[in-house]
C-alpha cells in the first residue's frame, strides 16, 4: 500500500462514511498514523441521494473527495482499496491492492441493501445505497418516459409509466414525493404528448402506516401530503416477486411496471474474518460494548450501522442513521486517544437529535422529542439541517443555488441521461452493495 513504516500508533479506518469521516477528521492532528481505506474516493451524503435519482441535483453536489481530508496531515493517508478479509491474530487487513498491520482496527463499513433473501428482486429491481446506483434510477425513469412517449401499445405505455416503490420508510417516502413532482412539474412541459395522468406512482409498506420508525402524527402528516401529490399508498402490503415486468405482492394487488425500486430495509456490511460470536447474525452486525470495541477484542473497533451497541433504551441496537454514526465517530476518537495514553475510556452515550423526512415541495414532518410538527416550516428545518451537514462549502453552495432555481422555477436542473440504462440487460456486480 505504500504507507510508511513509523513509530506513531496506526489506527486504520475502514468505511469513508458518516461514522469513518467524524472518527477521521478528529485525528487529523493527533500524534498518530491514520490511513483511512474506502472502495470508492468519495464521501456520499446518502440522505440526498433520492434528489440524484430524480433529476434535482448532481452527484457531485454530495460527494465529498476523501483525499481533502487528509491532505493537510503529514501522518494521515487515504488508499482506494476493497478490504477483503480482516487477520486478527496479527493485527492485519487484507485488500487488493496488498495488506496492512494496524495497532487499532475501526470498521465502518455501513451497511448494505437487505433483500431478504428475494432473489428476483435482487435481480431485476433497483434500489439506491450509491452515487452509480442513483444515477442508473435516474437514467432508468428519463429512458421509460423517453420510451412511452414512442410506443403505440397502451399496456406497454401504462408499464413504462407505473412507478412502483417498496417500504415507506423516509427513502421510500421522500423518493415517490420527488418522482411525484417530477410528474406534476416537469412531465407536462418537457413532455407534452404524455398525459400525466397516466403516470403513476404505487408506494407499497409492509406495516400499517407509512414512516413506521416516526411518530404517528408523523406518518398521517406524510401520508396526507402524499396523497396530495397523488402518490397511491398500499399498506399492509408486502412485496413477493418482481420479474423485470410484474410485480406481485401478498394481495391481491399486480402492477406491470417497468421501474420497480426497492427501498424496504438495509442490514450490515461485515468484512470476512472475525469471529461468528463478534456478529448479531440476524441483523448482520458487528456487537460492540459500551465503548465500541467489538465483542471478543481489545483493538477493533466498530462504528455506525454497522456497529450494534445493546443499551436499556436500545435493545436492538442505535437507528442505523447518520447522526449515531457520527456521534461514535467523534466519541471513538476521543476514546483512541486515551486508549493510547492508558486512561480510562469513556462509554459512548447517544443523544437522539429527532428525525425528519421531507415530502416534496414545503412539505415534511420532523419529530424532535415533544415536539412534532410538518408542512413549510418543518420543510424549512429539514433544509437547513441537510444544508449544516453537507461537507464542503462548494457543496452547501451548489446544493442551495440548485434548491433555489427548483423553487423558483418548478424545475428540475439534472434532467440529463449522461449513462444510459436498460435494467434487464444490466449488470450492477461492482456496484452493488458489498464491501
Known amino acids: 500500500m505504500n504507507i510508511p513504516n513509523t513509530e506513531l500508533p496506526r489506527i486504520v479506518i475502514i468505511g469513508g462514511g458518516f461514522a469513518g469521516m467524524a472518527l477521521a477528521r478528529k485525528l487529523l492532528k493527533e500524534d498518530v498514523q491514520m490511513v483511512l481505506l474506502d472502495r470508492h474516493n468519495y464521501h456520499t451524503f446518502q440522505p440526498l441521494l433520492y434528489q440524484v435519482s430524480t433529476s434535482g441535483l448532481e452527484p457531485d453536489s454530495i460527494a465529498y473527495p476523501l483525499r481533502k481530508i ?31 498491520v494496524y495497532d487499532y482496527l475501526v470498521i465502518a463499513t455501513g451497511s448494505k441493501t437487505n433483500f431478504f433473501g428475494n432473489d428476483s428482486i435482487e435481480e431485476n429491481g433497483m ?30 405505455r401504462k408499464a413504462l409509466l407505473n412507478f412502483v416503490l417498496a417500504g415507506a420508510g423516509p427513502t421510500g417516502v421522500e423518493l415517490s414525493g420527488a418522482i411525484a413532482e417530477l ?3 416537469i412531465l ?7 398525459n ?21 402524527q408523523a406518518s398521517r402528516k406524510a401520508q396526507k401530503f402524499l396523497e396530495e401529490l397523488g402518490v397511491k399508498i398500499h399498506l399492509n402490503t408486502m412485496v413477493k416477486n418482481y420479474d423485470g415486468h410484474l410485480v406481485t405482492t401478498n394481495t391481491d394487488l399486480a402492477i406491470k411496471s417497468e421501474t420497480f425500486i426497492w427501498s424496504a430495509g438495509v442490514t450490515g456490511a461485515p468484512v470476512k474474518g472475525l469471529n461468528a460470536s463478534a456478529m448479531v447474525e440476524k441483523a448482520n452486525r458487528y456487537e460492540v460494548n459500551v ?4 465483542n471478543g477484542y ?24 447518520a447522526q449515531p454514526a457520527i456521534q461514535q465517530g467523534k466519541h471513538l476518537a476521543k476514546n483512541l486517544k486515551k486508549l493510547i495514553k492508558g486512561e480510562k475510556l469513556e462509554p459512548f ?64 436542473a439534472a434532467r440529463l441521461i449522461i449513462r444510459p440504462f436498460k435494467g434487464h440487460e444490466k449488470s450492477m456486480e461492482i456496484e452493488r452493495d458489498k464491501v
Open 70 to 100: 487528509t491532505r493537510n496531515s503529514k501522518n494521515c493517508f487515504f488508499r482506494m482499496a476493497e478490504v477483503k478479509s480482516i487477520e486478527a491474530e496479527t493485527n492485519t487487513i487484507h485488500t487488493n491492492i496488498g495488506e496492512l
Open 183 to 185: 410528474r406534476n412539474n
Open 127 to 156: 434500489w439506491m445505497k450509491t452515487v452509480p446506483q442513483a444515477l442508473n434510477i435516474r437514467s432508468l425513469i428519463l429512458e421509460n418516459l423517453e420510451q412511452a412517449t414512442i410506443t403505440e401499445d397502451p399496456e406497454e
Open 298 to 321: 481489545d483493538t477493533v473497533f466498530a462504528i455506525g450501522d454497522i456497529a450494534l451497541m445493546k443499551t436499556e433504551e436500545y435493545p436492538k441496537g442505535h437507528p442505523m442513521v
Open 349 to 412: 452515550e447517544y443523544f437522539d437529535k429527532g428525525t425528519m423526512a421531507t415530502v416534496g415541495r414545503n412539505r415534511a414532518v420532523v419529530d424532535l422529542h415533544k415536539w412534532k410538527f410538518s408542512g413549510f416550516f418543518a420543510w424549512f428545518v429539514w433544509m437547513f439541517i441537510h444544508l449544516w451537514f453537507l461537507i464542503g462549502f462548494r457543496n452547501r453552495i451548489v446544493t442551495f443555488f440548485n434548491w433555489t432555481y427548483n423553487y423558483i422555477n418548478f424545475d428540475k
Open 291 to 294: 465503548f465500541n470495541q467489538v
Open 196 to 216: 400525466p395522468a397516466e403516470m403513476n406512482i404505487h408506494l407499497l409498506e409492509g406495516m400499517d402506516r407509512v414512516l413506521p420508525p416516526m411518530s404517528e
Open 188 to 194: 407536462p412541459k418537457d413532455y407534452p404528448d404524455l
